[in-house]
Each structure stands twice: as C-alpha cells, then as structure tokens.
C-alpha cells in the first residue's frame, strides 16, 4: 500500500461524501480507492468511515485522522512548491467556480495579468450561477454574491455591489415608464426574474424612510446572469443589477435606470472555500490576486 496515496484517497472521500466521487476527482477507480481506505484502516487498526447504501459517514476517529491528514498533505504541496527554483512559480490545476456575468466583464479579461504572474497554474473555470457543491464536486474556491449561509465554507469580501433597477427603451415605449417601485405592481408592467429570488425584485428599496419590496410578474425566470441581462436589453422586462453589469448599457443607451432617488442596499460578494480543508499555495496566490484586482 502507498501510504500518500491511501491518506489522499481517505481525505477525498471525506471531502467528496462518496467513493464514487472521490474516484472521479482523483481519475482512478472506485474499487481502487475503496482498497486504499480499506488497506488504511488496516494499517491503522481502526474504523475511519461508516458505509451505508446511501451515503459515508466519517467516524470520530476518521474526524481526527481527517484533521491531520488533510493539513500534512496541503504542507507537503506547500513543501514541493518551497524548493529552489518553485517559490516564484506555483503550479498545478485550480478549480474555481464564478457568477457568469463577473467571468466575461471581470475576471478572464484580467486573467492575462494573473497567467503572467503565475504560468505554471492552470485554471479549470467554472462559469455559471448555480448552485454548486464546493466539496462534492471538489472546487477550491468559489465567487458569489449575495449572503453566505453555507456554515461549511469560509469567506473573504471582496466588495458590496451598488445596485439599480434599469429597463430597455423599448421595454418603456411598450408599458410606460413606471414613477414607483409600487407601479410594478400593475399588471401592465413585468420584471426579469432570477430563479434564486423569487418571483420578485429581491432586495427591498428605501427613500425617506419609506421601503418597498416589489413582488413583480414576470414572463421569463432564468438562473443564468448574462441570460437574465439578454432578457432586459431584448425588452422582457425591468430588472435589477450590479453597477458593473449595467454601466457600459447605460452609457450606450441600451439601458435606462429607474427610481434612482430609492436606495438599495449593496450586494456583498465574496470568495469562498472549504472551512475543513487547508488551503494550498496555489488557492491562496489566487485568492490574493482576486482581492487585489477587487480592491
């Protein structure tokens, strides 16, 4: 038995809640990470895993075996990457998962200034807005916003996003131009809805003391940010947005902010991480760079 191996089989287990899992981030079988657990507790005389037909469960002794096994192999990453001449150039694949919209407007046009920097790193780019399984499918790091309720994850802010509301002319020409939150209401006018917030416009707005949380009609609902923005700039609805997306669409006219005397609160947007798994080298340079291109 390979001891590396059978402590990386373990830890992958764990992180992933399946042998199946497990054996497809680290391109082997199943069967052959279920003999390396299997061999690893024989070595070690103790039971690190309960297996039923549903899922894995580690046991108090796996826990602690966990603990320690996955910080000695982030260090042995870190060692290998400390020799003379890797220091200046960490390497290997990154698997991080972002928001749509912020990979085409944000990060990939920077990422030349990144691959500069670091060209041995090889990022595996996840662009979308769905929910993903940061351990399941073994992602090193997430963008997000919104709040994080996820206990399992540790967080850094990046920024809070000022948000509008903004509709395309011809959205306007054809159902008017609405003077209050509340017109929204009115069954003449309709809103883009993002599946994660409902029906309506998620965030409640503020003026004088006065709020309103809009629950709109809506034609289309999608779970896609560049969709949902495609969907307000052909005209489908009225829609809110981060000042990043909106920007370049106002200043062409394509878009047209709406109650601009209401307020509403930023959209805080983080990145985030496994709060069990010791960071590497490599997600720690990139998550650095996302905070000082953010900042």
């Known amino acids: 038995m390979d001891r590396f191996d059978a402590m990386k089989a373990f830890v992958r287990v764990v992180e992933a809640g399946s042998f199946t899992k497990a054996a497809e981030t680290l391109h082997v079988s199943r069967t052959t990470v279920t003999q390396l657990v299997q061999q690893l507790e024989a070595r070690l005389r103790v039971k690190l895993l309960n ?3 549903r899922r894995v469960n580690v046991t108090a002794d796996g826990a602690a075996y966990y603990e320690r096994a996955s910080a000695l192999l982030a260090e042995f990453e870190d060692l290998e ?5 890797a220091a200046a150039a960490p390497a290997g694949t990154l698997r991080v998962d972002v928001p749509s919209p912020f990979a085409a407007l944000v990060l990939v046009p920077a ?3 990144f691959h500069e920097r670091y060209p041995d790193i090889v990022l595996d780019l996840g662009a979308s807005d769905r929910k993903v399984d940061i351990i399941g499918e073994n992602v090193d790091c997430v963008i997000r916003g919104g709040e994080l309720t996820d206990g399992s994850l540790a967080a850094r802010r990046l920024a809070d996003l000022e948000l509008g509301v903004y509709a395309a002319p011809s959205y306007l020409g054809r159902a008017g131009t609405p003077e209050h939150p509340e017109a929204l209401h009115d069954s003449g006018h309709r809103i883009v809805a993002f599946r994660w917030s ?4 998620p965030y409640e707005m503020r003026r004088d003391g006065a709020s309103v949380k809009v629950a709109g009609k809506h ?3 999608t779970d896609d ?7 307000g700039l052909a005209g489908l609805g009225i ?6 997306m909106a920007r370049p669409h106002v200043a062409s006219g394509a878009l047209v902010p709406l109650f601009t005397d209401w307020r509403i609160d930023p959209m805080p947007m983080w990145i985030a991480y496994p709060s069990n798994r010791h960071l590497s080298r490599k997600v720690r340079l990139f998550i650095d760079w996302v ?3 953010m900042a």
């Not at 990457?81 to 001449?85: Q, S």
């Not at 940010?225 to 969907?231: D, H, I, K, P, V």
């Open 291 to 293: 905070v000082e291109l």
């Open 225 to 231: 940010g560049n969709a949902y923005l495609a969907a």
């Open 81 to 85: 990457a400390g020799l003379p001449g």
């Open 239 to 244: 829609l809110w947005l981060p000042d990043y």
């Open 111 to 113: 990422l030349p200034r």
């Open 51 to 53: 297996r039923t037909t």
């Open 198 to 201: 409902g029906s309506g416009l």
């Open 219 to 221: 034609v289309l609902r």
